[in-house]
């Protein structure tokens, strides 16, 4: 199988705070994450696409200094809510690519935040 | 920016029944794949399609695709509760093999 993970599954904050998200690829090595957004009874809305070792590639209108993405390793990608507000309420959802090529992308089971 | 349409964004039915559910996109694409979102969980790939092919089958699911009308559906066939669910098609814009969905449809299986 093809197992991604997210941690953690919820998180409450204040606003102001930032919030780390993780994205894991438990049983393969991942080149390319990516990160989706969706809000209630909404689609899935692309942020952005993670390449290990490089810098992620932001969809328009997606700011790159409030959504800090970080692909240190073939298995791990992170994003960074910074200065976190209320209307980041979100359902951020990561997906991740084998390295050998495959079209299918794996998702993780996402990650409620909501911010106070 | 969204590529794949899905309709109806709503379907109810009963438990037994087939439940069809529509896609059309855009430009061309590589490749077509359905995926399954549980209430506030993530998202189950069920089947990928490619641009060559005309029809796939997974267990009770069955999807088409029509590339020269844009357009994908998926079948449920003999739907369970358990099949209640947001399903939606997600399509690669023009090669980019970045999937881009649609708003999904929800579907209500009574019991």
């Known amino acids: 199988g093809a197992v991604v993970s997210q941690h953690p599954s919820w998180v409450i904050c204040k606003s102001g705070t930032s919030v780390k998200i993780e994205c894991r690829s438990l049983?393969?090595?991942?080149?390319?994450m990516f990160w989706y957004r969706q809000f209630p009874k909404q689609s899935l809305m692309l942020m952005a696409t993670?390449?290990?070792?490089?810098?992620?590639?932001?969809e328009q209108g997606v700011e790159k200094d409030k959504f800090l993405i970080n692909h240190a390793s073939l298995t791990l990608s992170t994003l960074t809510v910074t200065s976190a507000h209320p209307e980041d309420s979100s359902f951020y959802i990561c997906?991740?690519?084998?390295?050998?090529?495959?079209?299918?992308?794996?998702f993780g089971p996402g990650t409620r935040l909501t911010v106070l | 920016s969204q590529q794949g349409e899905e309709d109806p964004q709503a379907l109810s039915i009963q438990e037994g029944e087939n439940a069809t559910m529509n896609c059309s996109y855009k430009?061309?694409?590589?490749?077509l794949q359905w995926y399954r979102q549980n209430s506030g969980r993530g998202l189950v790939h069920l089947i990928l399609?490619?641009?060559?092919?005309r029809e796939k089958h997974s267990g009770r699911l069955r999807v088409t695709l029509d590339t020269s009308k844009k357009s994908s559906s998926l079948l449920i066939t003999a739907s369970r509760a358990a099949d209640t669910a947001s399903y939606f098609c997600?399509?690669?814009?023009?090669?980019?093999?970045?999937?881009?969905f649609g708003r999904g449809t929800s579907l209500i299986v009574h019991p």
């Open positions: 430009t061309s694409i590589n490749n």
């Open positions: 399609i490619r641009s060559n092919e």
């Open positions: 993670s390449n290990e070792g490089s810098k992620a590639t932001y």
């Open positions: 997906s991740a690519r084998k390295a050998s090529g495959s079209d299918e992308q794996f």
């Open positions: 049983d393969f090595q991942a080149t390319t």
């Open positions: 997600a399509t690669d814009e023009g090669g980019s093999y970045i999937p881009t």
